[in-house]
């Protein structure tokens, strides 16, 4: 059974939709070292829809921008082309994937609210480590999509994902190795697959498949890595979180005794992290619309 699933679940990625011509462009833009900001906005300024989205994040209390920002060209001065490239991904991808929301043990709702709580703290995390204004929002939107490979769960195996992800089913065990016995790989896994599958940039495909196990990958990328691994284990132990069980990893003392940060240091990113949510849900609500 678990050959025959994994075999479905890669079919259902090679199957999955690709992303609009517009976004693919972005995405080759973004694996381009050589790529301007100007190619970005000539790119993105061919989709209507996706420039109106933009400016409507861009111009919400999530950024608390002074003065309104008008035009692309404006915006990739004002908060630089990593920052734009990261929003138009981000947004693309969260209107790509369907939760539904009759799942039994989490909503899709829930569900996006967890990977909003991890994308907002992975950033505030990323910015009391000392990384980069410029590359704050790659912290972002890895810890937005880091438990995509949930989605293709519980939308394939939903009797199954309601078997496994049942807070009394097996609760000694991880939540990963319950999803390999049944499917074959873990959510992680599945998500570096997707991710790979719709060529997001490779720092993120590793932070995907990685979030469970940051020392998995290159040293490059490797803080990356553990600040998604931290925040999500944050977030669910603040039950910010749609595994309401046991099973649920936490963080090794190799990952705090090389972190840029002491527990102390992290957990204060925490203070006021409700009403940070709060003003972020923008996002998934732009990226609805």
Request: proline share 3%.
């Amino acid at each position: 059974m678990v050959d025959t699933d994994t075999d479905r679940l890669i079919d259902l990625v090679e199957k999955m939709p690709g992303f609009s011509q517009t976004v693919t462009k972005i995405v080759a833009l973004a694996n381009d070292p050589n790529s301007t900001p100007a190619d970005l906005v000539k790119t993105i300024s061919m989709d209507p829809v996706l420039t109106a989205k933009l400016l409507k994040l861009i111009n919400s209390a999530y950024f608390g921008l002074a003065h309104p920002i008008v035009s692309l060209q404006r915006a990739a001065i004002m908060l630089g082309f990593n920052t734009v490239k990261n929003i138009a991904l981000s947004l693309s991808v969260t209107g790509t994937l369907k939760m539904d929301n009759n799942f039994k043990w989490f909503t899709g709702d829930q569900f996006w609210e967890h990977s909003l709580a991890c994308a907002v703290t992975s950033k505030a995390i990323a910015k009391k480590a000392g990384v980069k204004t410029l590359d704050l929002e790659e912290y972002f939107i890895a810890g937005l999509l880091h438990d995509i490979g949930i989605t293709l769960f519980v939308n394939a195996f939903t009797a199954e994902s309601e078997e496994i992800y049942n807070p009394d089913f097996e609760p000694d065990k991880d939540i990963r190795e319950l999803e390999k016995e049944r499917f074959g790989m873990s959510h992680d896994e599945l998500g570096g697959v997707m991710a790979e599958h719709w060529k997001l940039p490779e720092s993120l495909v590793r932070a995907i498949s990685g979030h469970h196990d940051p020392y998995s990958g290159p040293e490059e990328g490797l803080l990356l890595r553990q600040v998604i691994h931290i925040s999500n284990h944050f977030c669910n132990e603040r039950k910010i979180s749609i595994h309401q069980g046991s099973n649920t990893d936490t963080i090794a003392d190799e990952i705090w005794s090389d972190f840029r940060l002491s527990v102390e240091e992290t957990t204060e990113c925490f203070v006021d992290i409700d009403s940070t949510i709060e003003t972020a849900k923008v996002f998934l609500k732009v990226a609805e619309d």
